[in-house]
């Protein structure tokens, strides 16, 4: 694979992909049973049951256990069940992608995505074991890769478009700091910065869902709730969570606000009036709207739509 045009996906393909409602992504230590049992209460769209950083070596494979048996209880509600695999290349990495499958997991996030040949493969052995344990076609795993090192950010527009499985980018900034060497891991600043802006431009240019770093100080709430909001402007579409508190204020930041729905629909009302009239273009408060900015009006009602707070939506 030379390039992203080498793996680019069709429209349709795209139209397909990334359009889950992650506002807050809610890490879940895997080897915590008491952790796995409270996660449905806290709200997140998606809870990521981890077998990576937060399990000690000698706990793999009783964490592996826990998880696989919290998967096949159906016991997280109505959010989305993601599993954070070890890497490949780790002793762990087949048993856990396997017990995924196998359980009933809705998606795997790969750590220390870095190389599209990697992702590629680990969708290849997706496929087969699929096709091994039975799983229906229209239940393939999606896969959410990680991105936490400076080879995956200098690659990072090829990573989106290595499988049509991948269906968001996500930053992990503290990984990526230390193989910088850098002292301070502050993601508002500098080359940080800099990776964070590149991770969500190569996803929105895929067509997937970017989704923002975890914040590291749990106990500041104002702290945590202004990064959110930068990531908005950045053009993320949610964030990484490592403690519940975290998650009510992610899903208020990356809930479109009233006013930004009323203006969607403004805007894409008055283009149907347009396009009745044989126009594609009309003026909306002294700005013209055409229609890649109706596009992106209709992203926010969906959006407010599997938000709830829009009739006809609500979940995923």
């Not at 992702?119 to 991105?147: C, N, T």
């Amino acid at each position: 694979m030379s390039g992203p045009e080498a793996r680019a996906a069709s429209p349709a393909e795209r139209n397909q992909r990334g359009d889950r409602l992650r506002r807050s992504v809610l890490f879940v230590p895997g080897g915590h049973p008491r952790r796995l049992e409270k996660a449905p209460e806290t709200g997140a769209d998606s809870l990521v049951l981890d077998l990576e950083d937060s399990v000690a070596p000698e706990e793999k494979d009783r964490a592996r256990q826990l998880v696989a048996d919290t998967l096949r209880a159906r016991a997280l509600g109505e959010a989305e069940a993601i599993v954070r695999v070890n890497a490949p290349g780790t002793p762990h990495f087949a048993a856990d992608l396997e017990a995924a499958v196998a359980a009933g997991a809705d998606a795997v996030m790969l750590p220390k995505s870095q190389r599209a040949d990697t992702l590629a493969e680990v969708s290849a052995r997706l496929d087969r074991l699929e096709r091994r344990l039975e799983r229906a076609p229209d239940a393939a795993l999606r896969l959410l890769a990680l991105v936490e090192t400076p080879a995956g950010v200098a690659r990072v527009a090829w990573l989106a478009d290595a499988s049509e499985r991948i269906d968001a980018l996500c930053f992990g900034h503290a990984d990526f700091a230390r193989e910088m060497g850098l002292a301070d891991a502050d993601a508002s600043a500098g080359v940080l910065l800099h990776a964070r802006c590149a991770v969500a431009i190569a996803a929105k240019a895929a067509g997937v869902s970017p989704i923002d770093c975890v914040f590291l100080d749990v106990r500041d709430e104002q702290a945590f709730a202004a990064d959110v909001a930068l990531g908005l402007r950045l053009g993320f579409e949610g964030k990484l969570c490592i403690h519940p508190t975290q998650v009510r204020i992610a899903n208020d930041v990356y809930t479109p606000a009233p006013e930004r729905v009323a203006h969607a629909q403004r805007v894409v009302e008055g283009f149907e009036r347009a396009l009745a009239g044989g126009s594609g273009v009309f003026s909306l408060d002294g700005k013209m709207v055409d229609a890649p900015l109706v596009a992106i009006e209709k992203r926010i009602l969906e959006r407010a739509r599997r938000a709830g707070v829009l009739p006809g939506g609500g979940g995923c």
